[in-house]
């Protein structure tokens, strides 16, 4: 599954953002691999989703999730896709594209809260129950963003990729007074090529937000006062693209780094508590595909320990090495799911059953977090 295209290259974030002096960088020998085991304590569910005409996935962009429902995004979506949590049948889609009454023309970003959907499409909000009946559109004072998440207030932050006028990349939107409350992150102009398919959005952080970017090893706090570094994980790969590079980036440059080079990506989650810290990543090794990986670092000594997830074989987690986590690598309570396509795991006994061209199967996996 390429995702680093051109087709999917919108804009570059640059390294203006948060430049205040770094704090709590921890270094990872790649070359060292922990077992499994100590990442990841079992399997708790698996879910089978439905596939029928109306609920076609083809390749998962982004997963939402709350206690009883699946929500789906997939690359060239137009609607977001709700499954039932337990037994993967589809329910219904959620907004549609289109140019019609309370469609959308572009689906950038979605997320779920109170109920409600907010699907972003550029420079407006669209807002739905879970059923999909149309609630409101939502301006988002006339400036451009790409991904969105909802705040426990009813605010919206909303993240620019580095492509509005106004020159900061995260605005915090009060949807009742159409106002934008806060700029956090000023960057000094309006160029460059980024890949899209990932949100900066990585983790709640009571009211504030750990936020990332990608090919920056840093993870950033956000609050509506702050924006500032928060742990850097040093892989010992060179970014693929520098800050002198940024400036004058082409297409044809950035394909020829990430065919030639190793480098780290981006961060999809971080679950954290007071002994440890669990952060998933991918990253792209030379001569091999992008894979994704965990770090855990221990608070009390500060050593990090490392473990590929893609491609990692294990007898009491079998399909671990079948699923792709990335984007869809968000930590939710103590769980991350990965997800893994019909035509990879369709092979063995358990499912045997499935074609190759069903729906994915989502895999929820336990941290472990001791």
Not at 329 to 346: E, L, Q, T
Request: aromatic share 12%; proline share 3%; with cysteine.
């Amino acid at each position: 599954m390429k995702r680093l295209s051109f087709l999917l290259l919108t804009s570059l974030l640059i390294a203006a953002c948060g430049k205040d002096k770094q704090k709590n960088v921890y270094e990872v020998d790649t070359s060292i691999q922990a077992p499994i085991e100590e990442f990841i304590k079992r399997e708790i569910a698996c879910v089978e989703l439905e596939t029928t005409a109306e609920s076609m996935i083809g390749s998962i962009q982004s997963i939402e999730y709350d206690k009883d429902n699946i929500y789906i995004k997939s690359y060239n979506a137009e609607s977001i896709l709700r499954f039932d949590r337990h037994t993967g049948k589809f329910i219904n889609s959620i907004g549609r594209k289109g140019r019609g009454p309370n469609e959308y023309t572009h689906f950038l970003d979605f997320t779920i809260g109170d109920g409600k959907a907010y699907v972003l499409s550029s420079k407006k909000i669209y807002v739905y129950d879970i059923d999909g009946k149309f609630q409101q559109t939502i301006d988002t004072a006339n400036e451009r963003f790409y991904n969105l998440t909802l705040c426990d207030d009813g605010k919206i932050w909303l993240a620019s990729n580095t492509r509005n006028k106004s020159l900061y990349e995260y605005h915090l939107l009060n949807p009742e007074t159409g106002e934008i409350e806060v700029k956090m992150c000023e960057f000094p102009e309006y160029a460059g090529l980024l890949v899209s398919g990932t949100t900066p959005f990585i983790h709640k952080e009571g009211k504030d937000y750990l936020v990332a970017r990608l090919w920056d090893q840093t993870i950033y706090r956000l609050s509506d006062d702050s924006y500032e570094p928060y742990l850097t994980i040093d892989f010992h790969r060179p970014n693929s693209v520098t800050a002198e590079q940024r400036i004058s980036l082409t297409p044809a440059i950035v394909n020829e780094l990430m065919e030639k080079d190793d480098y780290f990506y981006y961060y999809a989650g971080i679950k954290q508590n007071n002994h440890k810290i669990i952060v998933i990543a991918d990253i792209k090794y030379r001569h091999e595909n992008k894979c994704s990986c965990m770090v855990k670092i221990d608070n009390k000594s500060g050593k990090a320990k490392y473990t590929q997830l893609t491609f990692t074989k294990s007898e009491k987690l079998p399909y671990l090495k079948n699923c792709w986590f990335g984007y869809a690598g968000r930590v939710i309570d103590n769980m991350v799911v990965g997800f893994a396509y019909a035509h990879h795991i369709n092979q063995t006994e358990r499912f045997k059953h499935l074609k190759d061209d069903d729906n994915p199967v989502l895999f929820f996996y336990e941290l472990n977090m001791e």
